[in-house]
């Protein structure tokens, strides 16, 4: 028996519309408390349930990050310290990666179940200058999707949504999700593992750090490279 049209839409709409709310919410109430006062205020009570939980605590953890990732939550930079903190760079970085990278995942399944199928026909219906560009973006998906994750300038809510905008397929989404992120990952990662000196100093981190020539220029270079196959492709259509 075939679904409704007004169940269908409910049914299409439902994760975006989840996604939403939940955004909303945590803007409203969880700003307060996804902070970094928040893990310095609670730390020794953190490090004491890990110690307690070695297994329990980082599925825990990564269940938080993509809860975090899914419903853009206000706190994302600041579960990257805490992964740092609570299991050093390694395991942290594959945890904070893990985490965003299903989180990812999850919105940008949302976002295209009810926005990007209808969105992708009407561009692949239009002419002019806008099927032009995202005819260039699919051509080159590869590159485009690393260079989005690698440059810190781009939001990673926005990394999300255009993909999900232009029906890029789940699987590519999804590794060059978790390849990408991995450097500044690490750097994060890398400042969280020495909050407990921080801590102990009274300072706070200092998140700019990723934008200090020798941290955006590798960064940079990195991007650059990823875009080296569609420069030579257009080299060598001129």
Same mark, same amino acid.
């Given at each position: 028996?075939?679904?409704?049209?007004?169940?269908?839409?409910?049914?299409?709409?439902?994760?975006?519309?989840?996604?939403?709310?939940?955004?909303?919410?945590?803007?409203?109430?969880?700003?307060?408390?996804?902070?970094?006062?928040?893990?310095?205020?609670?730390?020794?009570?953190l490090l004491a349930y890990r110690d307690a939980s070695p297994v329990l605590t980082p599925a825990l953890f990564v269940l938080a990050y993509v809860v975090i990732v899914s419903f853009s939550l206000p706190g994302a930079t600041v579960a990257t310290l805490a992964g740092g903190f609570l299991f050093g760079l390694f395991p942290g970085v594959l945890y904070n990666v893990l985490g965003a990278t299903i989180g990812a995942v999850a919105i940008f399944t949302a976002v295209r179940s009810g926005l990007g199928e209808g969105l992708k026909a009407r561009i692949d219906a239009s002419d002019g200058a806008v099927r032009r560009l995202t005819d260039g973006i699919r051509a080159?998906?590869?590159?485009? /999707?690393?260079?989005?994750?690698?440059?810190? %300038?781009?939001?990673? =809510? +926005?990394?999300?949504?255009?993909? *999900?905008? /232009?029906?890029?397929?789940?699987?590519?989404? %999804?590794?060059?999700? =978790? +390849?990408?992120?991995?450097?500044? *990952?690490?750097?994060?990662?890398?400042?969280?593992?020495?909050?407990?000196?921080? =801590?102990?100093?009274?300072?706070?981190?200092?998140?700019?750090?990723?934008?200090?020539?020798y941290i955006l220029g590798p960064l940079l270079g990195l991007a650059g490279l990823s875009l080296l196959p569609v420069l030579l492709k257009t080299l060598r259509r001129a």
């Open positions: 028996m075939s679904q409704t049209p007004s169940k269908s839409i409910l049914r299409r709409w439902a994760p975006l519309v989840a996604v939403i709310l939940g955004a909303v919410a945590g803007a409203v109430f969880l700003r307060d408390y996804l902070s970094f006062d928040t893990l310095r205020d609670n730390r020794d009570a080159n998906e590869v590159p485009m /999707l690393m260079t989005m994750r690698l440059v810190p %300038a781009v939001p990673f =809510f +926005v990394a999300n949504l255009i993909p *999900a905008f /232009l029906g890029v397929a789940t699987r590519r989404f %999804a590794w060059t999700t =978790f +390849v990408g992120i991995i450097p500044a *990952a690490l750097v994060y990662t890398w400042v969280g593992s020495g909050l407990g000196a921080v =801590f102990e100093r009274g300072e706070a981190p200092d998140l700019g750090i990723i934008f200090e020539p």
